[in-house]
């Protein structure tokens, strides 16, 4: 499955997206995502991978975040490189049925 965007909108306030596109891919029992973004600036797609990554270690490092959840956030990768944002992720087939159970029936 893939999508894109060239619609321009403001995902939070004082960062605007430019551009977006990706991919979720199902091979070899694993699910890949790979998003890319493109920001109004360097500056803006650094600060946003800087604050993407603080979450991610602050969730990870919570004591009631379920097992499957800090796997699976350890498998995020977040990349600037320019204005443009780089978001990959792998999460194992196996472990996909006991995340969506996190979420509700």
Same mark, same amino acid.
């Given at each position: 499955?893939? %999508?894109?965007? +060239?619609? +321009?909108?403001?995902?939070?306030?004082?960062?605007?997206?430019?551009?977006?596109?990706g #991919?979720?891919?199902?091979? *070899? *029992?694993?699910?890949?995502?790979?998003?890319?973004?493109?920001?109004?600036?360097?500056?803006? #797609? +650094?600060?946003? !991978?800087?604050? +993407?990554? #603080?979450?991610? #270690?602050?969730?990870? *490092?919570?004591?009631?975040?379920?097992? *499957? !959840?800090?796997?699976?956030?350890?498998?995020?990768?977040?990349?600037?490189? %320019?204005a443009?944002?780089?978001?990959?992720?792998? !999460?194992?087939?196996?472990?996909?049925?006991?995340?969506?159970?996190?979420?509700?029936?």
């Open positions: 499955v893939w %999508g894109a965007s +060239a619609i +321009a909108s403001e995902l939070e306030p004082g960062v605007r997206m430019k551009a977006a596109h #991919a979720l891919t199902m091979a *070899g *029992g694993n699910l890949t995502i790979d998003l890319r973004t493109t920001l109004d600036s360097p500056k803006a #797609a +650094a600060d946003a !991978v800087t604050k +993407a990554n #603080a979450q991610i #270690a602050q969730v990870s *490092g919570m004591g009631q975040t379920p097992a *499957g !959840v800090k796997s699976m956030l350890k498998s995020v990768s977040l990349k600037a490189a %320019g443009d944002v780089t978001i990959k992720a792998t !999460v194992p087939e196996s472990e996909l049925i006991g995340l969506l159970s996190l979420i509700g029936p």
